[in-house]
């Protein structure tokens, strides 16, 4: 199975408490991205880096933040959650190293979010 | 940009029928085309893809096809299982390097034993 690694898997936080969510592969993709799904919607991109290049989606709040401190981890950092902001997150990976494979994207378990 | 429609969004089936699940696209640039099998609490997780180059992928039970002049691909289940119930992600990437995906808004399929 792909290893993506997402933690915690569970997350609950307080209303405008910060939180932050993590997300390891051991895949050496060079591809990261952070998705949040809401109630069997489509997963929606909030973002994705290639290497350490960032790319944000147009319609991604201020509220939400990204790091990529290296090849193997990300962060989303939701500043001021709101009710709105309970969801699963889902990070995903992908390479394009190899041409077989390129453009797959490798869901993590998620971490579902609540916000009291 | 891309946009992507999938239909049904529900679908029920004997166990043991065929199941089909039509998705539409509206970038001819499109060139790779995944299908997301996910089970309630659970990752998406890949079932099949196919390349724009390619007519016709099968896998055991699973086949997608893609006809690229209409903008359409499909997912074929045959004899179904119970354990294939689950919501099923259709989605489009626009050209190679964009690495984004469009998805469809997903097909829940119940296998009725």
């Known amino acids: 199975d792909a290893m993506v690694i997402q933690n915690p898997r569970y997350q609950v936080t307080q209303f405008g408490k910060p939180v932050t969510l993590s997300c390891s592969q051991t895949l050496n993709h060079n591809v990261m991205y952070w998705y949040q799904q809401k109630s069997s919607q489509a997963p929606k991109l909030l973002f994705h880096?290639?290497?350490?290049?960032?790319?944000n989606e147009a319609d991604t709040p201020d509220n939400f933040q990204s790091r990529r401190p290296n090849t193997s981890f990300c962060f989303l950092d939701i500043r001021s959650p709101g009710l709105g902001d309970a969801a699963m997150y889902l990070c995903a990976t992908s390479s394009d190293q190899d041409y077989s494979s390129t453009d797959t994207q490798y869901f993590g378990p998620g971490t579902r979010l609540t916000v009291l | 940009g891309e946009n992507v429609e999938q239909h049904p969004s529900t679908l029920s089936v004997q166990e043991g029928d065929s199941a089909v699940i039509k998705c539409t696209y509206s970038d001819s640039a499109s060139n790779y085309f995944p299908w997301y099998k996910q089970e309630l609490g659970k990752r998406p997780q890949l079932i099949i893809d196919i390349r724009s180059n390619v007519g016709e992928k099968k896998d055991q039970r699973i086949a997608v096809t893609l006809n690229k002049t209409a903008k359409h691909f499909s997912l074929h289940i045959t004899e179904t299982q119970p354990e294939d119930s689950a919501v099923y992600f259709c989605a489009a990437s626009p050209q190679t390097g964009t690495y984004k995906y469009i998805f469809g808004t997903g097909t829940r399929l119940k296998v009725l034993a």
């Open positions: 880096y290639y290497d350490k290049d960032f790319n």
